[in-house]
């Protein structure tokens, strides 16, 4: 049986530079008196040698070596009736040979594991499966048949396995491969090379199809491995840091006598490579020289992985683990990605020092990786559904659909967001809804596009209204969730910019805040302080949710699905509420019309509100641990809630409620249309539906019902009767939102135009008028103050109609 | 010498600790303890538990503990059986950044009255690696006779920094440029996850200096040049960090730690609430000293009893609680309107110093900013966390200097830096950066910011100085400040005084939150623009602290009188104050 060590004894792998010397392969040959180093768990001894693994029915197909997994085709099976384990001796290794032989050290029997995996493979079914993997392939037919033809055509010889599967079709296959991956998955191998050849005996593969299982639920977070896993199969996720340069590795060496040129080969063992100290043919000691340009050797990469901010408790610095790659699993990470990684855990101690006799008593820890998994690859380019499930426990799910079931989850959702700040009851629910989001709808196949599933928000209002706190709640509650200021914020940082890599001089593209919150919150502070131009990026993100790039050769569209959170303040330091919300804040109308609640945060100023307010803030400030420790468990809760929420529950619209939200729009295009005025657009068609979709996902409803457009209309009209009330007439006027302007203000400027130009008609002909004297005849006529703006506008219509010019401070008639 | 009385009363108090003794005097494999503060945290590593050796003469198998000890004895055999690994968790801890010399001298005085010399003084001679030759000879010919108290105490104070300059090719990652002292690798055995990043602890462990480690590591750098790039997972940087010789890193292996609440050694050790009599005997002379600090202030303010009050009320501020992301209890200062003189805010911060056990200066010239590493950032390639002056043990008293501010621009660091410095002061927080993602710490340091005009960075409380001193006699009257003998039992009345204040328990009685209630409602029905829940927010936080600076544990209605009217008088000035200078928000 092999140690499962894989690291190689320090100065045993060739050099390619310099020629091999007798010195260097004194330097580099196994020394038996040596302390052996192999793994802490010592359940081997050395192995005998075992040639001629199986290869019936594989017709040569050259077996490629598996480093991943050590050296694995020596491992010996015992019997168990004979006692002691005799490791010599030519071990039976055909796989039907006995059905009480196991790999010593283990409970595998070959044979038993092999029929076992090959019923797997030829019985599985998952009808459920949705993995995009599994994409064009018969769910009713045995899944992994399919992609052994699917080898047979492409001719990639790899086998991915999800564990998950074995598991749910073999508990006891699935426990042994936990266990004992490192003999388990060989016999794997050899059981689907034959199963593959039996069946498509005319195929040509490079070298033998390779089992790599994925998806091992032994462990997911890297804080949790511990010295028991090593040498079992694990799945860990997590960040990958750093990547180190293409090693190579010596697999075979090659040694040839200098005397008679005999050559001969010579497997690595455990990292040694033993030299053969007599040739065979000529009988000469000390005569074998290695070459080094035909040993075989194998690729070989060092990556750092850390563990994922989200998985992190607070006030710890994240661990990091070391993990080798082989072969074709080189350079498939890059720094930066996330990834899930299935491998071996092993543990090898310090190498010890000849000259000393005591030895550092500390291992080193790596993972031999088996198979990658990247999980932000598809957020960039589509959906990606498990990569977002979080796993729950039987019990969280319960308590949450208990949670789910009460019929004021809503209110007890919404107060449970931000307790620190006080009321707003209407914005923190606004936000709630925000943070679960609509129904994501696909319609780019009738041309459209996908529809915005996210909600955003915008709160304005007077400075010192807890409206960053708000901002940092969110931030700190969505697990990808970004904070930005709009004063230090640039078009670039928002966006994506290229930069190049120090150490390799490529060019990378860094994704800034918004790319970053793909699937999240980005919650921008001092929005109208931004700059026009970083503004007008948020345009597509806000609408089409994808960002577009053209830079330094790379030009790209990113996904951007994200909601966001921003706040801005008044012009004038304070809200004036003669004006209207756009001319309070600045921002162009453009923009706002893509925000689909726009929350007013003012002082209420009455004095039942402050004593409230009062209240909350003195018990703020003298709130026992009790209340506090309660509180926090609140939190965890509804960050799990709102998670479940967005994985599992996809609501659709019943019929009551399509007919609800027709009724609804067309109510609101009623309410203004007596008065000439518009007061909904499809946009805000297109809000209630999302807000409707989220509550019904607040409720873990499928289906969106009527009370939940109900709430959305009420909502809606609650946070439109803040920021798109006229200030002049009092009613609520969407096209303040949408043109800029409200219907009264253009009415309004119509009336001025035509006065002015029964006025200029009424003087007759006079081709030339001075500017301030027309501005006073026509205050002396107006009955309504006529201020210098209204003016200006009113002659820039008459212009418009070329009906007059303005050069100056004389205005000429045309024609 | 310690009676036995002691070692009952106070088992661990004869420890000698790593902070005062220099590590050339302490016994490999012996108890000792450290105050310090977690910098970083290494990842777990897995060693063995147990283990068992062959004697190569005898064949003879001895089983033997792996626990607290960083090299195996001769001849292990790896193919036993019996082999149990087991895990175990690396912090770096660094001395209490900020310690004010104050601290060290009378925790070490401490100690050197009781610490036995035969246990601890005795030169052992395989400490003295390589690394520290020279410039230790006259201290090894007479450590065995110097357990006197005064000549001792000067030569451990001053050992560390000669051990320091061997050091300087390996950067030990203070928080704080110019800081001294031992750093270490602190072994962790049980419970690691309950310590987080920044706790100030006193551990209680084994210390391991043995040579070996230096040898394995020495014997790695000899042979790197043939070591195999696989062998290397470790790069060269890394392996520097992660073993680094045991005669400058020691490593402790821990028994036992106690996180510390404060670092103020004329404090009793055991908790407040379990030691009553220190307690009301402080209590009871509270306000009197609250009065004499109070005029000493006023007297280093150039006279300005108000800000001296405030001064108080920032000084004793303590993030006692966070409700979701609002850190509760701070009250950063911005004493604006500070003459530029005579070096003026230097001086302040001197007896800023001499107050509080731990204290920071950061001059935020221009230079500085652009220059300076605030924030602790993660470096991948050496594998630890850079550490940066704001990783800060909890009440740090950090004194920003405005007034070395001068017209220029702030690049990209600057810009960052002064963005943490926001951070901070609004949410306690710093966002350390870990390349690909920030990492937010929350933290409890009290900033003070020294300004002419009103700070460009956020405050909880800005106050202008007024000062009684005219500008002709500024110049004598501040160089007199610092003549001002202060008695050092004067001082430590003050230094104890502003501790215990911090620490004290606070409650607000429902009658008074009734009455408090009424005055906003009262207040905001004349002029709703005089008082916003902000202004509230701030009322209730100096009252909290007036309460506990005059030693109550409650709110009483005088307090909350008192904190309305320093409130009012402060914002009349600060109204007078925009009356004159235009350019005023």
Redesign the interface.
């Known amino acids: 049986m092999s140690s499962p060590t894989s690291?190689?004894g320090?100065?045993?792998?060739g050099r390619n530079a310099n020629p091999s010397t007798r010195k260097f392969i004194c330097f580099s040959v196994f020394l038996p008196n040596e302390?052996?180093?192999?793994s802490?768990?010592?359940y081997g001894?050395p192995s005998s040698r075992v040639e001629g693994t199986p290869r019936s029915g594989v017709r040569g197909t050259p077996a490629r070596q598996r480093p991943d997994l050590g050296s694995v085709r020596k491992a010996p099976q015992v019997d168990l009736q004979s006692e002691p384990p005799s490791a010599d001796g030519a071990v039976a290794s055909e796989p039907n040979a006995g059905q009480k032989l196991v790999i010593w050290g283990t409970d595998v029997n070959v044979g038993t594991c092999k029929e076992k995996f090959q019923r797997f493979l030829q019985r599985f079914i998952d009808p459920t499966s949705n993995e995009d993997e599994n994409a064009g392939l018969d769910l009713n037919e045995p899944l992994y048949m399919q992609k052994l033809e699917e080898i047979s055509v492409v001719g990639d010889p790899v086998l991915n396995v999800n564990c998950r599967h074995i598991q749910s079709f073999d508990a006891e296959l699935y426990r042994q491969l936990i266990s004992y991956p490192q003999e388990v998955i060989p016999t794997f191998d050899m059981a689907v090379n034959e199963l593959f050849f039996e069946r498509f005996p005319d195929s040509i593969l490079e070298y033998q199809i390779q089992v790599r299982p994925y998806n091992a639920l032994k462990t997911r977070n890297m804080r949790s491995l511990?010295?028991e896993d090593?040498d079992q199969l694990i799945t860990i996720s997590g960040?990958v840091?750093?990547t180190?340069?293409l090693?190579p590795?010596m697999q075979e060496a090659f040694f040839q006598c200098q005397v008679c040129a005999f050559s001969t080969r010579v497997e690595v063992d455990r990292g040694r490579i033993a030299e053969p100290a007599v040739c065979r043919n000529c009988n000469t000691t000390h005569s074998l020289a290695l070459v080094h340009n035909r040993s075989a050797f194998s690729d070989?990469q060092?990556i750092?992985i850390?563990e994922s901010?989200e998985d992190?408790?607070?006030?710890?610095?994240?661990?990091?683990?070391?993990v080798y790659a082989h072969n074709d699993l080189v350079d498939k990470v890059q720094?930066?990605d996330r990834v899930n990684i299935t491998g071996i855990y092993r543990?090898v101690?310090?190498?010890v020092?000849p000259?000393?006799?005591?030895?550092?008593?500390?291992?080193?820890?790596?993972i031999d990786a088996i198979h990658f998994r990247k999980t932000d690859e598809r957020r960039l380019h589509g959906l990606d559904e498990e990569a977002e499930q979080k796993l729950f426990t039987e019990d969280r799910v319960q308590t949450l659909k208990e949670l789910a079931a009460k019929p004021d989850v809503y209110e007890r959702l919404s107060s449970a967001l931000?307790?620190?700040i006080?009321e707003h009851e209407d914005i923190k629910k606004g936000i709630l809804l925000q943070l679960f989001g609509g129904t994501r709808k696909d319609f780019s196949q009738t041309g459209r596009g996908s529809f915005r599933a996210e909600v955003n928000i915008l709160l304005c209002g007077d400075p010192?209204?807890?409206k960053s706190?708000l901002l940092?709640?969110v931030y700190?509650l969505v697990p990808r969730g970004q904070y930005t200021s709009g004063k230090?914020s640039s078009a670039v940082g928002l966006t994506a910019y290229v930069m190049k890599d120090p150490e390799t001089r490529q060019l990378v593209l860094q994704t800034g805040a918004l790319v970053l919150s793909d699937n999240g919150i980005c919650c921008i502070d001092e929005f109208d302080k931004m700059s026009d131009n970083t503004r007008s990026v948020l345009h597509e993100v806000m609408e089409q949710q994808t960002l577009s790039i053209a830079k330094a050769g790379i030009i790209c569209q990113l996904n951007a699905r994200t909601a966001v959170l921003a706040a801005a303040n008044p012009v004038e330091s304070q809200w004036n509420p003669k004006k209207t919300t756009i001319e309070n804040i600045q921002l162009p109308h453009t923009l706002l019309s893509r925000f689909d609640l726009i929350f007013l945060m003012l002082?209420p100023?009455d004095?039942a509100y402050?004593?409230r307010?009062?209240?909350h803030?003195?018990?703020?400030?003298?709130?026992s641990e009790e209340q506090?420790e309660e509180?926090f468990l609140d939190?965890a809760v509804l960050r799990d809630y709102i998670a479940y929420a967005r994985t599992y529950i996809n609501p659709r619209l019943s019929e009551e409620a399509s007919q609800a939200l027709i009724e609804a729009y067309v109510d609101m295009r009623k309410i203004g249309s007596g008065r000439g005025m518009v007061s909904a657009y499809p946009r805000q068609l297109e809000s209630l539906i999302r807000l409707a979709e989220a509550h019904a996902k607040v409720r873990f409803s499928e289906k969106v019902e009527t009370i939940d457009v109900e709430e959305a209309k009420r909502l809606h009209r609650e946070a439109l009767k803040q920021s798109a009330t006229d200030p002049r007439t009092g009613f609520v006027d969407i096209s303040i939102l949408t043109t800029g302007m409200s219907a009264t203000a253009r009415k309004r400027k119509e009336e001025v135009a035509q006065a002015l130009k029964k006025l200029i008609q009424a003087k007759g002909k006079t081709p030339a008028m001075k500017y301030q004297q027309l501005l006073e005849d026509l205050r002396g006529q107006s009955e309504t103050a006529i201020t210098k703006e209204l003016f200006d506008e009113a002659l820039r219509a008459l212009a418009d109609e070329d009906y007059l010019t303005v050069t100056g401070k004389t205005v000429r008639l045309l024609a | 010498m310690p009676s036995t009385h002691d070692w009952i009363n106070n088992p661990l108090g004869v420890v000698p600790s790593l902070n005062d003794v220099p590590l050339h005097y302490l016994k490999p494999n012996s108890l000792v303890k450290f105050r310090c503060l977690i910098q970083?945290?290494f990842?777990?590593?897995?060693?063995?538990g147990v283990?068992e050796t062959v004697d190569p003469s005898t064949k003879a198998k001895v089983l033997r503990c792996?626990k607290y000890?960083?090299?195996?004895?001769?001849?292990?055999d790896?193919?036993?059986?019996n082999?149990v690994?087991?895990?175990r968790q690396t912090f770096y801890c660094v001395p209490i950044p900020g310690e004010n010399p104050w601290v060290k001298d009378i925790s070490s005085s401490c100690h050197s009255s009781r610490v036995v010399p035969s246990t601890s003084y005795v030169p052992s001679r395989q400490k003295r690696s390589y690394e520290e030759d020279d410039d230790m000879d006259d201290m090894d010919t007479h450590p065995t006779e110097q357990h006197g108290n005064g000549d001792c105490k000067r030569l451990e104070t001053e050992a560390p920094s000669s051990q320091m300059t061997p050091a300087s090719h390996l950067d030990l990652n203070f928080p704080l440029p110019g800081e001294k002292g031992p750093s270490c690798l602190v072994k962790v055995y049980e419970d690691w996850?309950s310590f987080?990043?920044?706790d100030t602890l006193e551990v209680y462990g084994i210390l391991s200096v043995s040579p070996?480690?230096s040898?394995?590591a020495d014997?790695k750098d000899a042979s790197s040049s043939?070591?195999?790039?696989?062998?290397c997972?470790e790069t060269a940087e890394e392996q520097r960090v992660h073993s680094p010789p045991a005669s400058l890193v020691p490593r402790l292996h821990m028994l036992y730690a106690k996180t510390l609440p404060h670092n103020n050694p004329l404090l009793p050790s055991a908790p407040l609430e379990d030691n009553s009599a220190f307690l009301s005997s402080t209590l009871s002379e509270m306000a009197s000293v609250r009065a004499e600090l109070l005029t000493y202030l006023t007297h280093v303010l150039l006279g300005d009893a108000l800000a001296a009050e405030y001064l108080i009320l920032h000084l004793i501020s303590n993030v006692y609680?966070r409700?979701?992301?609002?850190p509760?209890g701070k009250f950063t200062l911005n004493l604006s309107g500070c003459p530029t003189v005579a070096s003026y805010t230097e001086r302040f911060y001197q007896i800023i110093q001499q107050l509080v056990p731990c204290s920071y200066y950061l001059g935020m010239s221009l230079q500085n900013m652009n220059q300076m590493r605030l924030v602790p950032k993660?470096d991948?390639?050496a594998?630890r966390?850079v550490s940066g002056a704001l990783q800060l043990a909890r009440n740090t008293s950090l004194f920003l200097d405005e007034t070395q501010l001068e017209q220029g621009q702030l690049d990209t660091t600057g810009?960052r830096n002064v963005?943490a410095l926001g951070n901070l002061i609004s949410?306690q927080k710093v966002d350390y950066d870990?390349?690909?993602?920030q990492?937010?710490?929350?933290c409890n340091i009290n900033v003070l910011i020294a300004s002419e005009g009103r700070s460009l960075l956020p405050s909880d409380c800005q106050i202008h100085l007024q000062p009684q001193v005219g500008p002709a006699t500024m110049e004598e009257y501040l160089s007199s400040i610092h003549m001002h003998p202060q008695a050092s039992s004067q001082l430590n009345k003050l230094r104890i005084y502003l501790s215990v204040a911090r620490l004290l328990d606070?409650?607000?009685s429902d009658e008074m939150?009734k009455s408090?209630?009424d005055d906003?409602?009262d207040m905001?029905?004349d002029d709703?623009q005089s008082i916003?829940?902000?202004d509230?927010?701030r009322m209730?936080?100096v009252a909290?602290l007036l309460s506990l600076s005059l030693g109550q544990t409650s709110l009483s209605r005088d307090s909350w009188l008192r904190a309305k009217h320093i409130e009012a008088l402060r914002r009349s000035r600060m109204e007078q104050h925009k009356c004159v200078n235009g350019n005023e928000p």
Not at chain 1, 312 to 321: K, L, N, S
Not at chain 2, 69 to 76: F, H, L
Not at chain 2, 226 to 231: G, Q, T, V, Y
């Open positions: 690291t190689p320090g100065r045993k792998r302390v052996d180093m192999s802490p768990l010592m001894t511990n010295p090593i960040m840091i750093r180190s340069q090693i590795e070989k060092m750092k850390q901010p992190m408790p607070a006030g710890q610095t994240p661990h990091t683990t070391i720094p930066g543990a101690p310090m190498r020092n000259r000393q006799s005591n030895v550092k008593s500390v291992y080193k820890t790596h931000a307790p620190s006080y010192g209204t807890s706190q940092q709640y700190n230090g002082d100023q004095e402050d004593r307010l009062a209240h803030l003195v018990s703020l400030y003298y709130q506090m509180e939190m | 970083d945290m990842d777990p590593e897995f060693y063995m283990y792996g000890k960083d090299v195996t004895e001769c001849g292990v790896f193919n036993s059986r082999t690994t087991a895990e996850d987080k990043l920044n070996a480690l040898a394995l014997e043939l070591l195999d790039p696989a062998e997972m609680t409700r979701d992301v609002l509760l993660k991948y390639v594998n966390l810009v963005t949410w870990f390349n690909y993602h990492m937010e710490f929350p606070y409650s607000i939150t408090v209630e906003f409602v905001r029905k709703p916003s829940a902000e509230l927010h209730l936080v909290r």
